[in-house]
């Protein structure tokens, strides 16, 4: 397989998106053209996106939307369920715990933590909030691969260091701050003030001379 | 200016952050090696990102973190104020009301609109919630340019489309859906599956043949 760069990475999941909206659909078939407006790029960048994960689509005939979401699944790691904690019960923790959408890519949520005594017992979605403490157990008992970092900023290294002590190899960070991790460990920040960044270069970019790339 | 390929943006809302840190810290000068360490890329990578923003830097001495950070917020459209409505207060509108940071580069939270009357009037961090009836009027008498939507999925497009008709022309989308929008309005998905997925390919990656470019 080619080397995928992060930003193709990025859209194939946007694709995989588009095409789950199809398969609600019930559409069999589906076309660059029509996988650009619904994840907003051209059909050329479709194309050669989806040419670094193999080769599927007939000229001229379009991609079966079951082939493309089996490859698409493989090349992102899909292909079996990921067991997710959720470390910081606030609003932010809460709310992903009733978040929809999840299991539809058999992203299971496992278990619920936080640091504050009074939030443990607290049933929240499908969860009880165990305290911090029941981490390297539960991460064992449970297979838990991934976690959501969902803590204060000033709370997160320290968060980071118990999950990765207790076994977590991939950290989705909320928490408005960057953390260092050994090697073998990846994490992803969501960032929602870097969205609102480049939300405005977007926006600035049609006052100045400034252009983006297709 | 040079056109300003997507990733790079992405990548400069990074660099932003760890110069806020850096300032946090009191340093007056910084490196493209200090940077990557920060960001988690390559040096390579920092200068020729870098080099999109014009031309600082003087060999062998790196850079002036106050001039870096006044050309980065220039480019990515940070030279004003925007001001920011949240559109559904659900836990996740609540979260995002109480979410420290956004204040630092004059994201300024200016409305909290719900379409649930019982939501109307409650208090969430400093702002009131209002009706979506209220819109129109609030967009203008504050002045707001852009919009966290946290409405359920199938609320989303009925409230996009209130909001771009009420004169808003940013949106950062929470909703696990896509939406629709005319031209002249720009939509950054924020979406919590597409960092698990991105997540599972770079962990993924590790145990395939599959490799990910600098």
């Known amino acids: ?15 995989l998106r588009a095409l789950a909206e199809l398969e609600e659909e019930q559409s069999e078939k589906t076309s660059s053209d029509e996988l650009a407006r619904r994840a907003q790029v051209s059909a050329f960048q479709v194309r050669k996106d989806l040419a670094y994960c193999g080769r599927f689509g007939t000229r001229g005939s379009g991609y079966q939307v079951a082939v493309l979401v089996r490859e698409l699944r493989r090349v992102l790691g899909l292909t079996r369920p990921w067991h997710v904690a959720i470390m910081g019960m606030g609003r932010l923790g809460q709310a992903l715990a009733d978040y929809p959408n999840f299991d539809q890519y058999d992203f299971l949520l496992r278990g619920a933590f936080d640091a504050d005594a009074r939030k443990v017992g607290m049933v929240v979605g499908s969860m009880t909030v165990a305290h911090v403490d029941a981490l390297p157990e539960a991460v064992t008992r449970d297979a838990i691969d991934l ?20 076994g977590v190899r991939g950290i989705l960070n909320f928490a408005p701050t960057m953390i260092d991790v050994p090697d073998g460990v990846r994490v992803e920040p969501v960032d929602f003030l870097a969205g609102l960044q480049r939300l405005t270069f977007h926006m600035g970019a049609r006052a100045s001379e400034a252009a983006v790339s297709p």
């Open 1 to 15: 397989m080619a080397s995928i760069p992060t930003a193709t990475v990025g859209r194939l999941v946007t694709y």
């Open 147 to 166: 976690a959501f970092l969902t803590v204060p900023a000033g709370a997160a290294q320290s968060a980071a260091d118990a999950l990765i002590a207790a």
